[in-house]
């Protein structure tokens, strides 16, 4: 079935240093690749998305790239801030627009 | 302005009591959905009705109800909580399900079944 696995599980960075966060997809028909920033006690809120006919995208400091081959896309985070810190999902999605969420990282950011 | 809604934003109950979940978007949105996440923060769909209309129904025993009265609202019922029920609950909406772009949630309903 659907399956979005994400790694790694906790990161922690300094401030200043930069974050990667990895997922892979197993369903080829998946064509639309959100990535979401879940603070505590908030409900997650999209920061960055990539749709299959594109390989990278940036906004900033964040930067996703995509590997359809592959079946990989990363979420790059430069520069950290200690308001980075909170749980980022990746999520894959087909033509149904149903979200498969990976098991989330939760980011540490080190003043 | 909040843009979706749920009340309440925590609910304490015993086993076997029956509880509802209430969403309201102000969004204009076609699609709206419920999510549930566990204690490992796993988050995984439940339901999506787009204008009404049931459009997911993932494997989710059926004491779980969700009613759309309007396409600005969706709720979600639970008859016979389960200990196993415990976890936050996310509602969520989009503009239209068939069009992949940003799915704005609520901010949870923490339900802990005792």
């Known amino acids: 079935g659907e399956n979005v696995e994400q790694h790694p599980s906790t990161l922690s960075v300094q401030e200043g240093d930069s974050a990667v966060i990895k997922c892979t997809y197993s369903?080829?028909?998946?064509?639309?690749f959100p990535w979401y920033k879940q603070e505590l006690g908030k409900g997650p809120q999209l920061i960055i998305d990539?749709?299959?006919?594109?390989g990278e995208k940036k906004d900033q400091r964040i930067a996703v790239t995509l590997n359809k081959t592959a079946k990989h896309f990363s979420l790059h985070i430069t520069e950290t801030q200690p308001e980075d810190s909170a749980v980022y999902f990746c999520?894959?999605?087909?033509?149904?627009?149903?979200?498969?969420f990976g098991q989330g990282t939760t980011l540490q950011v080190k003043p | 302005d909040t843009a979706v809604s749920q009340t309440p934003k925590y609910l304490v109950t015993q086993m076997g009591n029956d509880k509802s979940i209430k969403c309201e978007q102000n969004?204009?949105?076609?699609?709206m959905y419920w999510y549930k996440q566990d204690s490992k923060k796993f988050l995984k769909i439940m339901f999506s009705?787009?204008?009404?209309?049931?459009?997911i129904n993932e494997t989710v025993p059926n004491r779980f109800s969700p009613k759309s009265p309007d396409k600005a609202h969706l709720n979600l019922h639970i008859n016979s909580l389960e200990l196993g029920d415990s976890a936050v609950y996310f509602c969520?909406?989009?503009?239209?399900?068939?069009?992949?772009?940003?799915?704005?949630f609520g901010p949870g309903t923490r339900l802990l079944v005792l």
């Open positions: 999520a894959a999605s087909t033509h149904t627009g149903k979200l498969i």
């Open positions: 969004l204009g949105h076609d699609t």
């Open positions: 969520a909406s989009s503009q239209d399900h068939r069009i992949q772009e940003t799915q704005y």
């Open positions: 990539i749709r299959s006919n594109v």
């Open positions: 369903d080829s028909a998946s064509n639309y």
């Open positions: 009705y787009n204008n009404k209309e049931l459009i």
